[in-house]
């Protein structure tokens, strides 16, 4: 049997019924079972990002409400600071609360993930997607 270890956290009441309603869909046995997998997925995500290296070339997408306090604002400043990498963005007005970010960006791997990181770490901002590509003459065929 595997050692573990009990946790106690706090979600907010919606995003804890989405979460019973995938369970349900997927037919996970328990919410523990439904965290240990997307907590897996998360490490996967993590691992790979972090291992990336060289030149690349993607998109970070990133939602978030912009009545939260100076959310605009900080995202700006960041974006600021890597304009060496960012080619180009698009703000999209996704409903009444919420905006939408995309930022496309080309540039050495690190320098990309920091970028997306800083990006992730802002109050008010919900999500970040980050997706890289390889430069078109390294794919393998």
């Known amino acids: 049997m595997v050692d573990m270890d009990r946790i106690s956290i706090s979600l907010p ?10 369970i349900l869909e997927r037919g996970y046995a328990s919410r523990s079972e439904a965290i240990r997998d997307s907590i897996r997925e998360y490490i996967i995500k993590h691992k790979w990002i972090r291992s990336l290296q060289g030149e690349r070339s993607g998109t970070i997408n990133v939602v978030y409400d912009h009545h939260s306090t100076d959310v605009m604002e900080k995202l700006t400043t960041i974006q600021h ?21 995309v930022i496309i960006v080309r540039g050495d791997a690190k320098e990309i993930k920091e970028l997306t990181d ?4 802002q109050k008010g901002v919900k999500q970040v997607k980050l997706t890289v590509m390889v ?7």
């Open 13 to 22: 009441k919606n995003l804890l019924e989405e979460f019973d309603e995938i």
């Open 118 to 121: 800083k990006l992730t770490s």
């Open 81 to 101: 600071d890597y304009s060496d990498i960012i080619v180009a963005t698009m703000h999209i007005h996704m409903d009444h609360d919420h905006c939408m970010e």
């Open 135 to 141: 430069p078109g003459g390294n794919i393998p065929q």
